[in-house]
């Protein structure tokens, strides 16, 4: 790998470790020359995901669309960040498992409400009151009911 601040086109690697549950590997570099060091990450490529919104449109799947979504669900509530990347980790996991190139924009939604509903119950229902668009207080207070039945199992 060329230096990047003295452009020799060559490198020693000093240390290699797995990162991220070995989904990433880190490799610490010096540079022979100027005796530089720097670390570059290596990443298995991934075979892009469409989105299809509901308008028809498409658009490359972006993780962090579905992060700030859940963020936002989240505000002022007692859950942590680490709880959230989780979630997010998990819904990217089920879409990239499903083995599809394209997805709909209603299957995520679905797989985000999934993962609020046991993060949260208020999230899940402020993502859920969005995401289903609630006319008026009847169809919120119809999922508020599902919620409570499934909580009495």
């Not at 530089?36 to 469409?50: A, G």
């Not at 028809?56 to 993780?63: C, Y």
Request: net charge positive; with cysteine.
């Amino acid at each position: 790998m060329k230096c990047p601040y003295c452009g020799y086109e060559d490198s020693k690697v000093t240390d290699t470790r797995p990162t991220d549950e070995g989904a990433i590997i880190r490799r610490r570099r010096e540079c022979p020359k100027c005796k530089s060091r720097w670390t570059t990450y290596e990443r298995m490529e991934e075979t892009p995901i469409i989105v299809i919104k509901k308008d028809g449109n498409r658009q490359s799947f972006d993780r962090s669309k579905i992060e700030k979504g859940i963020i936002k669900s989240c505000e002022k509530r007692p859950v942590q960040i680490d709880e959230i990347d989780r979630a997010v980790d998990n819904i990217e996991k089920r879409i990239r498992n499903s083995m599809k190139r394209e997805i709909s924009s209603h299957e995520i939604g679905e797989l985000v409400m999934d993962e609020l509903k046991d993060l949260d119950e208020v999230s899940y229902v402020r993502f859920a009151s969005v995401y289903r668009q609630f006319k008026d207080t009847e169809s919120f207070l119809n999922e508020l009911v599902k919620i409570l039945e499934k909580k009495k199992e």
